[in-house]
């Protein structure tokens, strides 16, 4: 190789080497596979979270139906004990099992009672509660 003059260019690129250096391959192909990777991980996450949902209402209302059985229940074994149905479902909480939680809907509302007229009525007392959902009304009434 001979020897460089004094002001013939470097053959690396113009003299001053102020020639950008091109970015190597691989930090590119690095960032796509992240950007690809996370937008495919936010997909599975958004169908998963919207098939959940759709079984969240009827879950709630199975629940409604065995909470309003096991007060319906409550309220029954209560009138054997004392001869009279209770004033409001906070009289059968400790017949409950569980934590007493059984007044409260799955959507946060308390159940609504009401207590037949008579107490010597055979009738059961009417315990309910409304889905915020779509209205359905999910009582013990027969």
Known sequence: MLPRLPGEPDESGPPGGDRPQPRPASDRTLLWALIIGFTFVLLLLGFSDWDAYRYMEPARQGRAKADVQALDKACK??????????????????????????????????????????????????????????????????
């Open 77 to 142: 074994t209560y009138h054997a004990q004392y001869d009279r149905y209770p004033a409001d479902l906070g009289e059968v909480v400790p017949l409950l099992e569980g934590s007493g939680q059984g007044v409260i809907d799955p959507w946060g509302n308390p159940y609504q009672y009401r207590p037949p007229a008579d107490d010597r009525s055979p009738d059961p007392p009417l315990i309910y509660t409304v889905s915020p959902k779509d209205g359905t009304r999910i009582s013990n009434e027969r």
